[in-house]
């Protein structure tokens, strides 16, 4: 571990213009295209051997001299690796999937990074493949408290990307002050100026724990105030606008003062915006995590497995988390990035490594019923939408 | 031999239109109409149920209206801005005319999603309108006058408006300057040779004849403009949102097909309707001939 694997200086601008051709042709023109080329035909032709999910921005990049996780696991693996930054919201990602999916076809993909959410709706419908974790021996890295988890009780389908705080997010110039609540989003000063996620579990989390709801069993009642709360500051223009990722954009340009964003995004922001601040509010933040998942009928699995592996070793993991900044889910991370002086910031960041004082202030959004699910859905598109 | 040969010209067009376009839209009937058999299937049973129709026309009735509006009010603009340009063009154009009708084009070889992702940066709260907007202090005027919201432009109905506007141009200015083109410049000879007064040669002779331009200019923009969907998506906030983002988020995220097919209909409806209202209004002869 040599270099600190940042995807920062110098390389602001472009990242900052690729963002934008992501947010617009991750909205609405590449996915289907890239399906229709790839949806069919299977994965042999083409001298394709391996494809790959997930959302933009989430590994580290190539840079001069220096080549990216995707390009040396090719080069050391000899495997044709096609690793697609497709997917901007893991819904609309299902619904692309579910038809061939529900009609018992495979997908192009072997291996996708999803929520965890979406991860116990695939698990419940039959639509993934156990996980080939015997050929996986480095997933004994994986720490402690992920393993077992609630929406993978027998650790057989799925194992963590990555996994990150829903927050507060904020540029300290334009706010004119520290924030340090939920209830600042909704400062009348900040009208028309703030947005929130379309990730209905983060922002609708966030909102809950600020009323001192419990999110762990989330109740379609103790949801109601919330709801509300959220519809509110949507039709008076308070809610600038509902994103993914590209709340980064705004938040560059000037558009956002303050949102409900990511906590390794903030990390590679304050780079190129150093006004930039996370906050985890004292009522709390939302812990997600998003897990490697494999479709049912992929043709890969030997292919996956290796990369599985690959991914899992302390050293490829840690440069994976120097650059995207999130909470790597393998074990030794910290150490190895507290040895090299350029990352060894990195290693004292409570959001990457959350302390005991940070772990009190992080809740996970418990599951809901298929039915629940659809009417909390439903509820928050009409927020959403207008 | 007159009788098949009509048939045999019409046929390649009407077996695309039916193929591609009527029989997927008649598809969408029984579907509109059925339940889905379970959340995350693909299949769902008829049940011949119509109340669906009266929910989404209930839940998104405002949407509807909104996005008519938006139409209206982008046509209605760019009917301000497309017929002095085609009269300049058609009149004053002299041997630069094709030059300027391929700069009025231009625009549209970009693709609209490139033009509306760069009009976020020139609407954007630090980008130069608003600047020019702050530097000549006319904030507050434009303000009250609901052209800008809390002095922003971006995620406003405004800069919606405006975006639909910029797409719809060429449809309106190109038909128009083809009608003017027809007009004899001796018409207009003759008129002022009358001591006709040039807004009585533009109310008695141009405007008549330039009607069938701005018929089927009408038809070409404010339809697409009712269904557009990038638009209210980059330039519009929550508040702004058109039927088509209705569609695609019922779809795509919501997972209701029956209601995004009922919802699809009524729009094609809708759309229907108001080609047929501007068909009879203006005559289909009327498009072509002034």
Redesign the interface.
Known sequence: MTRTAGPGAGGGRRRFLRR?GL??AG???APPLLQACVGQGGGSGGGTALTISTFPLYIDPDEPGAPGSVARFRKETGIQLRYLEDIS?A??FF??L??QL??GRPVAQDLMVLPSWLAV?LIA?GWLEPLPLAQVPNARNLIPSLRNPVWDSQGRWSLPWQSGIAGIVYNVRATGRELDSVDDLFDPAL???VSALLEMRDTMGLLMLADGKDIRTPSWEAAQPSFERLERA??D?Q????TGNDYQ?DLL???LAACIGWSGDVAQLALEQPDLRFLVPQSGGVLWADLMLMPKGARHREEAARWLNWVYQPQEAARIAAAVQYISPVNGVQEILAQDSATAKLARSPLMFPDAAMRQRLHSFGPLS?AEE?RW??RF?????? | MRRWWPWALLAPGLLWLVGLYLLPLLGLVPLSLSEPVS????ETVFRGRLVTYLEVLQ?YGP?LLRSFTFALVATALGLLLAYPLACAIRFRGGRWQPLLIGLVVLPSLTSY??RA?AW??LL????PLIGLVGALRLAPALNALGVL??G?L??TPTAVVLGLTTNLLPFLVLPLVVALQRIEPTLLEAAADLHAPPLRIFLLVVWPLSRPGLASGLLLSLIPAAGD??NP??LG?????MIA??IE?L?????QAPRAAALTLVLMALVSLLAWLQLRAGGVERLTLP
Do not use: C, W, Y
């Open positions: 934008l947010a617009a909205a609405l023109v919201d819904r609309q619904a692309r579910q038809p529900a009609a709706r419908l009208k028309g100026r949507r039709r223009g809610i600038r606008r509902f954009n340009a000037g558009n298929e659809a859905e439903e598109a009409r927020i959403t939408e207008g | 959340r995350f299937g693909l839940t949407i999603l490139v992702i976020t940066s954007g709260d630090e980008g919201h809390d922003r971006l995620n969907v990038v998506l980059f906030g929550p508040n702004d949102r983002n209705t988020n779809l795509l995220v919501q997972l």
